[in-house]
């Protein structure tokens, strides 16, 4: 995977356009200026836990002694799910906030933007290719860098797609993510064989 692929593959699973809705519920009852220093704080929050699971990921799993086609097969199984959720979502937001209560970490930066299938991925891409950080560090600052620009102008983008728009940028982000989820997984499945038939 090249590193514009790892840039559009982080935007999709981060999803700021399915999270718009989600982003202007939870701060429409604070005050305009506060709002944008939130939502600031929070972006940078989200990318620093970010930043911690690219570097730290490879410990992690040569700690537990997880192969690299099992990382890939199951960062293909989260993606698809986090796909079909696109794709089809469900009823409701449950996000546990009260009115006029002011987020701090959860939920805007965890799980919105630096969510589990995020976070999966970047430790399937720092597994997969150790050798190639700074790559996989410049598509996650790429993918950050538009879901951030699109979230700060949420408003405007709000009034330019309206909720059917919107709503229609998801599902075609869920279709592509599909795509994605589907080749990672065959190819960890193509993987496990060639790794086991080598053994024999």
Do not use: C
């Amino acid at each position: 995977m090249d590193t514009w692929s790892a840039a559009v593959m982080l935007f999709l699973i981060m999803d700021p356009l399915g999270n718009l809705p989600i982003f202007m519920s939870v701060l429409k009852s604070i005050e305009p200026k506060r709002r944008r220093v939130i939502l600031i704080r929070e972006l940078l929050l989200a990318l620093l836990i970010l930043f911690i699971f690219l570097f730290s990921g490879q410990a992690v799993l040569d700690f537990l002694n997880v192969r690299q086609e099992s990382v890939s097969i199951a960062g293909g199984i989260i993606l698809f799910l986090i796909a079909v959720k696109m794709i089809f979502p469900q009823a409701g937001n449950p996000l546990g906030l009260a009115v006029g209560e002011e987020p701090f970490l959860v939920p805007l930066a965890i799980p919105m933007i630096a969510g589990p299938s995020t976070l999966a991925a970047l430790i399937l891409l720092s597994n997969q290719n150790p050798e190639r950080m700074v790559d996989w560090s410049l598509a996650l600052g790429a993918a950050w860098l538009i879901s951030a620009v699109i979230l700060l102008f949420s408003g405007g983008f709000h009034r330019l797609l309206g909720e059917r728009g919107l709503i229609a940028m998801e599902r075609l982000m869920g279709m592509i993510l599909v795509m994605i989820a589907i080749q990672m997984l065959l190819d960890g499945i193509a993987q496990y064989f060639s790794h086991t038939s080598g053994m024999f």
